[in-house]
């Protein structure tokens, strides 16, 4: 990238930021905090506002952008989310691990398939569009059956890191049919330029996760106030 679409890209990133800054969400409940890493070590911290629909507490995430075009240099970015569901977490580990059906209820995921390696291994092949990306790239999935799931990029032009981690514990005694659900993603572009465009769309990208994967249960499993059928 030459220093004169440099120049204009850090300059149209400073311009969004000085758009967004003034608007602050102030929620009332827990925050979820998106923090971008620049290599001098600095944080900017990010927060997703989302309204989220469970009778149970769940995080209220607000949402603020701060000094975006201080850290144009920076790639890597990181989001963490935490959630009370009243689904159990035998059933939630069955639709996170269950990755060849992403493709049907994850937003952007055009293809999923599943294969196994060399060792016996979960590798996932998954094809992400959304404008300007389209790309395909290969995950190792790692699996603790009940209470985890995580995935690592193994090859791909797009990213030269991406790292999802779901967990999933028991909520409370008393309500067997609930769970606490963890989420955690950090991923960094090869390119500088999908980086500065991330930045514009990563926030509108990571709130709809949880939510695209809370729907899906609704959908094997109905509404939690209704009989949760078998596992099809």
């Known amino acids: 990238m030459n220093n004169r679409t ?54 209220q995430p607000s949402c603020s952008f701060m000094n975006l075009a201080a850290s144009i240099t920076s790639r890597r970015m990181e989001y963490s989310e935490s959630r009370i569901l009243r689904y159990s977490p035998e059933q939630m580990y069955s639709i996170v691990s269950r990755v ?17 390696g060399r060792n016996g291994d979960v590798l996932a092949q998954l094809e992400i569009g959304f404008p300007p990306i389209m790309e395909r790239y290969t995950s190792e999935v790692t699996v603790v059956p009940n209470h985890q799931v995580r995935a690592v990029c193994t090859d791909g032009s797009l990213f030269s890191h991406l790292e999802t981690i779901w967990r999933f514990s028991p909520a409370d005694k008393d309500q067997p049919d609930s769970c606490n659900i963890e989420f955690h993603v950090s991923f960094e572009f090869r390119s500088v330029l ?38 099809s």
């Open 194 to 231: 999908h980086s500065g465009l991330a930045r514009l769309f990563f926030d509108e990208v990571v709130k709809q996760m949880v939510n695209a994967f809370e729907s899906r249960a609704s959908k094997l499993y109905g509404s939690p106030h209704t009989p949760l059928p078998l596992w």
């Open 6 to 59: 440099t120049s204009l890209l850090l300059r149209a990133l400073v311009e969004v930021s000085e758009g967004h800054s003034s608007k602050v969400v102030r929620g009332n409940a827990n925050r979820i905090h998106i923090r971008p890493l620049t290599t001098s070590g600095a944080l900017a911290s990010w927060c997703a506002t989302q309204p989220l629909s469970s009778p149970l507490p769940r995080t």
């Open 100 to 116: 060849d059906q992403y493709q049907n209820f994850v937003p952007w995921c055009k293809q999923s398939r599943v294969a196994k």
